[in-house]
């Protein structure tokens, strides 16, 4: 973690692989016992490295599996064991294996009890667009539209701005997975939370700021005595 002056601010830079663990670790302390988790690709599949002690919960993957385990050691990979977007996981004792239809039931059924997934834009409102890249071609929204509207929480974890532009916003402007169903939103910077109000700041990493928050945030932010977190305590 690497220290530069902003002014009279201190800020962190940070390396891709730094910023990625402080958001698995953060969104990793929401998840309560006996949860059943549906993690998305990409970063949201590093929260299982991260699960406090203690704490047992049921890691799904849409592609058919419950009982999901942490990424598997060089050398002991299983390429028929992989998450929904490919990935190789393992399965812990107790897991599963089933076909998409009953994936999906459990999804569309409301069992699931927290989802963590990636997005392109968020907004204050609580919409997701997590799916369609412009100017690229991609084969639809995928299994994220039932995921958070069937999830009773749903985590967005991403990184807070992309190549410097904003994607937490007043209001989305790709097209929507979802709208109104985003409950929390974990980056690097902090965490924000949905509520009948608006988009509120809750928690400030040290790795930032509130200057700098509002700064690379588009949305109207809610600021009302957010609580300070060291990320090496996280």
């Not at 929904?84 to 459990?106: E, H, M, N, Q, R």
């Not at 069937?150 to 701005?161: F, N």
């Given at each position: 973690l690497k220290r530069v002056n902003k002014g009279e601010k201190i800020m962190a830079e940070l390396s891709k692989e730094k910023t990625r663990e402080i958001i698995a670790r953060r969104v990793a302390k929401e998840l309560k016992d006996g949860d059943l988790v549906n993690l998305g690709i990409g970063l949201p599949t590093e929260v299982a490295n991260y699960l406090p002690d203690?704490?047992?919960?049921?890691?799904?993957?849409?592609n058919g599996m419950v009982g999901m385990g942490p990424t598997p050691e060089k050398g002991k990979e299983d390429p028929n064991v992989t998450n929904?977007?490919?990935?190789?996981?393992?399965?812990?004792?107790?897991?599963?294996?089933?076909?998409?239809?009953?994936?999906?039931?459990?999804?569309?059924g409301g069992h699931v009890d927290a989802t963590v997934l990636g997005?392109?834009?968020?907004?204050?409102?609580?919409?997701?667009?997590?799916?369609?890249?412009?100017?690229?071609?991609?084969?639809?929204?995928?299994?994220?539209?039932?995921?958070?509207?069937?999830?009773?929480?749903?985590?967005?974890?991403?990184?807070?701005?992309?190549?410097?532009?904003?994607?937490?916003?007043k209001k989305c402007n790709l097209p929507l997975t979802a709208k109104n169903q985003v409950?929390?939103?974990?980056?690097?910077?902090?965490?924000m939370k949905v509520t009948d109000k608006g988009l509120e700041l809750t928690e400030i990493f040290s790795t930032s700021s509130i200057e700098d928050i509002k700064a690379s945030t588009d949305a109207d932010l809610i600021i009302n005595n957010p609580k300070q977190v060291d990320v090496d305590t996280l």
């Open positions: 203690g704490v047992e919960v049921l890691l799904q993957s849409e929904a977007g490919g990935g190789l996981v393992t399965l812990l004792p107790g897991g599963a294996y089933f076909d998409s239809f009953t994936s999906f039931t459990i999804i569309r997005a392109l834009q968020v907004d204050q409102e609580g919409n997701l667009a997590n799916w369609m890249v412009p100017g690229k071609l991609v084969p639809g929204m995928g299994g994220a539209m039932d995921l958070v509207v069937g999830a009773k929480l749903v985590i967005v974890a991403m990184e807070h701005t992309v190549k410097g532009e904003k994607k937490i916003l409950n929390m939103i974990v980056t690097e910077k902090g965490v």
